[in-house]
C-alpha cells in the first residue's frame, strides 16, 4: 500500500516518520497509553524511534498495518496514533481489519479521535473493501470503549483469556461495525479499474 494522507476539518492523519519520534516518546510516557495498549513498557527512545522510523513504514510497504499520526491542522501537534491493524484478513474473503488508537492526555476531550476515526473508517470502508470492522480492547478500558460506541461499534461481547500479558491472561472486549452501519456509507463501489471486488452480499441470522 502506498501511505495516504487523510484531512478532516481540524486534523491531519498522516502516516509516521521518524521525526515524530520525540512527540511518540513523550505521549507514551503516560501511564493508560501503557497500560491499555501495546507498547513496551516502560516506553523508551529507542521503543518511540523503531515505531517512527522502521515499524510504521514496514507495516505499510508489506500491508500488515496502517499507522496514523493524528496530527492538529492548527498547531501541529501530535494528538494520538490511529492505526488498521490485523489486515491479514484485509484481501480474503473475510475483508476484515481491526481500527486501534491511542490520544495524547493533553489533547483528551476535544473529540479528536472520534474524528480522525471516522476519516479512517470512511476510507477503509470505501477505499479498502472492507467489510467488517473490528475493536477490540482489554477489558476495563471504559475510555476505549466509550470511544467505540460513539463511532457506532456494536458490542459483541467478551472474549475469556484472550490477552496474555504480564504472566496473566485477561478477558478482551469485542466490536464490530459494518460499512451499512454509518450514515451514508455504503461501502466499495466495486466499480471497474478500482482493485476492489463487488460487495459480499450479507445474510443475517433471521432468529
Known amino acids: 500500500m502506498k501511505p495516504v494522507t487523510l484531512t478532516t476539518e481540524r486534523l491531519?492523519?498522516?502516516p509516521f516518520d521518524a521525526s515524530d519520534a520525540p512527540a511518540v516518546y513523550a505521549a507514551c510516557q503516560e501511564p493508560d497509553i501503557q497500560r491499555w495498549t501495546t507498547v513496551p513498557s516502560p516506553y523508551r527512545r529507542e521503543d518511540a524511534e523503531q515505531f517512527a522510523g522502521t515499524v510504521?513504514?514496514?507495516?505499510?510497504r508489506h500491508d500488515t498495518a496502517y499507522h496514523f499520526a493524528v496530527v492538529t491542522r492548527a498547531e501541529e501537534v501530535?494528538?494520538?496514533a490511529m492505526g488498521l491493524v490485523r489486515l491479514d484478513r484485509l484481501?480474503?474473503?473475510e475483508r476484515q481489519a481491526e481500527l486501534g488508537y491511542w490520544t495524547a492526555k493533553e489533547q483528551r476531550g476535544r473529540g479528536y479521535t472520534v474524528e480522525a476515526a471516522r476519516a479512517v473508517l470512511g476510507w477503509a470502508f470505501g477505499d479498502?473493501?472492507?467489510e467488517r470492522m473490528e475493536w477490540h480492547a482489554e477489558a476495563g478500558n471504559e475510555g476505549s470503549r466509550a470511544v467505540a460506541?460513539?463511532?457506532?461499534?456494536?458490542?459483541e461481547g467478551t472474549l475469556r483469556a484472550k490477552l496474555p500479558r504480564e504472566g496473566t491472561r485477561r478477558d478482551v472486549w469485542i466490536g464490530s461495525l459494518l460499512p451499512s452501519d454509518l450514515p451514508g456509507t455504503h461501502g466499495p463501489s466495486g466499480a471497474a479499474g478500482t482493485g476492489v471486488p463487488e460487495p459480499t452480499p450479507y445474510l443475517p441470522y433471521p432468529g
Request: hydrophobic share 45%.
Open 91 to 93: 484481501r480474503t474473503p
Open 12 to 14: 491531519v492523519l498522516r
Open 78 to 80: 501530535l494528538a494520538g
Open 149 to 155: 460506541r460513539r463511532l457506532g461499534f456494536r458490542m
Open 56 to 60: 510504521v513504514p514496514e507495516g505499510w
Open 128 to 130: 479498502l473493501g472492507v
